[in-house]
C-alpha cells in the first residue's frame, strides 16, 4: 500500500491579483442590470462599426465579447440574452447593405448568427461553471488543510501539556514520596525494625514508578528534539517503548542526520513514534527495527517490524493514527510508504527531502 503525502490543487483560474479577476470579482457583486452595461454599451459600440463598415468587412465575430463579459459577470441567462441582442443588432447594422435577394434568406442569416452567439454563451458558461467548482474545491482542500493543521496542533499542545504535568506534577509527588520512605526506612534502620526491609522495597519500588513516569513524559514530549537530536529522541522512544512493552527495538543511525526547522524533526519524531506503536499495538511485533539514515539531499526514516503485517482488507483512508502521519509528512514535505514486503511483518518508510543552502 503506497500514500504519497502530498496535496495538489488545482490551478485558479482568476488570479486574484490580475485586474481581470478584480473587475469580475467587483461585477459580480453588482446587480445583474448594472453588470450588462458595460456589455450593452460595447455590443452597441461593435454595431455602430459594423454598420459604418458594410458588408464587405463584417465584424460579427467580435459581438462573441460582450456576450462573454455578460456571462462572465451576470450569468447564462444575462448571456443567453445578450446573444438575441447581439443578433438583433448585427441584424440592424447589415440590413441596408446584405447581399441577400430575399428577406427569408438575409433572416435565415439572421438566425445563424444568433445560434452561433448561443452556443458562444453556452460554451463560456461551461468555462465559468468549470471555474466555479475549481475554486469550491480549492477552498474545501484549504479548509480541510487548516482543520487537519488545527488537530494536530491542538494534539501536539495537549501531548505537551500532558507531558510537562506528568514530568512536573506526578515525577515530583512521587519523588516526594519516595524521599519520605527512604527518611522512614531510615528511622526504621535506627530502631532496629524488621519493618525497614519493607520501607526500603516500597522506597524502591517508588523509584522504579518515578523512572517510568519519566519515560512516558519524554515519550510524550520530547523537549529535547531538535535538528540533531532526533536519533537521540528515537533511541529513548526505542528503550521506553521496550521496557513497558517488552518488544525489542534497536536504533540504527546512517550518515548525517540533520534536520531542521525543529518542527520538521518533532513531525518526523511522531511518525517514527506512531508507526512503532503500530507495530506493537496492531502488528503484534516481537522486534522492531527503526532506521534513520541521512544524506546530501534527504533524511530517511524506515520502521520495519515482524509482526502480522497489514489486515486483508484495510480501510481505504486508514486510521485516526495513519492520517496523523501522512499530515505530519504532508507538513515537512515528505513523502510516506507503508508496505508489506514478507509474509509477516511490515515497513514504513518516510524520505524527508533536505534544502541546504
Not at 146 to 168: F, K, N, P, T
Not at 328 to 350: F, K
Request: aromatic share 6%.
Amino acid at each position: 500500500m503506497t500514500s504519497d503525502a502530498s496535496i495538489s490543487l488545482p490551478p485558479d483560474l482568476e488570479t486574484p491579483s490580475s485586474p481581470w479577476a478584480r473587475l469580475t470579482q467587483f461585477m459580480r457583486r453588482q446587480p445583474d442590470i448594472v453588470a450588462l452595461l458595460l456589455p450593452l454599451v460595447l455590443a452597441t459600440g461593435m454595431a455602430w462599426i459594423d454598420r459604418s463598415t458594410t458588408w464587405e468587412l463584417s465584424l460579427f465575430v467580435f459581438y462573441a465579447i460582450p456576450i462573454l463579459m455578460a456571462v462572465w459577470w451576470a450569468g447564462n441567462r444575462a448571456g443567453y440574452g445578450m446573444a438575441v441582442i447581439c443578433g438583433v443588432f448585427w441584424w440592424a447594422s447589415n440590413y441596408d447593405t446584405h447581399p441577400y435577394e430575399t428577406t427569408l434568406g438575409y433572416l435565415w442569416a439572421t438566425m445563424s448568427r444568433v445560434i452561433f452567439f448561443s452556443v458562444v454563451a453556452y460554451a463560456v458558461t461551461a468555462v465559468r461553471n468549470r471555474q466555479e467548482a475549481d475554486s469550491a474545491r480549492i477552498e474545501a482542500l484549504e479548509e480541510r488543510r487548516q482543520l487537519e493543521a488545527d488537530l494536530v496542533a491542538v494534539s501536539e499542545h495537549e501531548q505537551q501539556r500532558i507531558g510537562q504535568d506528568l514530568h512536573d506534577g506526578l515525577c515530583q509527588h512521587l519523588a516526594a514520596i519516595g524521599l519520605a520512605a527512604r527518611s522512614l526506612a531510615d528511622d526504621l534502620h535506627t530502631q532496629k525494625n524488621e519493618s525497614a526491609q519493607d520501607a526500603e522495597l516500597i522506597q524502591q519500588s517508588i523509584l522504579e514508578a518515578v523512572s517510568e513516569a519519566r519515560g512516558l513524559a519524554r515519550g510524550i514530549f520530547p523537549v529535547h528534539v531538535d535538528r540533531h537530536g532526533i536519533a537521540v529522541a528515537l533511541s529513548e522512544l526505542a528503550r521506553s517503548t521496550s521496557r513497558l512493552t517488552g518488544v525489542q527495538i534497536e536504533v540504527e543511525e546512517t550518515g548525517d542526520v540533520q534536520i531542521s526547522p525543529p518542527e520538521a524533526a518533532m513531525h518526523l519524531y511522531r511518525i517514527a513514534q506512531e508507526a512503532v506503536a503500530n507495530s506493537v499495538r496492531h502488528g503484534g511485533a516481537q522486534h522492531v527495527h527503526i532506521k534513520i539514515d541521512g544524506g546530501v539531499e534527504s533524511i530517511v526514516l524506515t520502521v520495519v517490524d515482524d509482526g502480522k503485517g497489514f489486515p486483508i482488507h484495510p480501510r481505504k483512508d486508514g486510521g485516526m493514527g495513519m492520517r496523523t502521519m501522512r499530515y505530519r509528512a504532508q507538513m515537512i514535505g515528505a513523502s510516506l510508504v507503508m508496505s508489506a514486503p514478507d509474509p509477516r511483518g511490515a515497513t514504513m518508510r518516510c524520505v524527508v527531502p533536505l534544502h541546504r543552502e
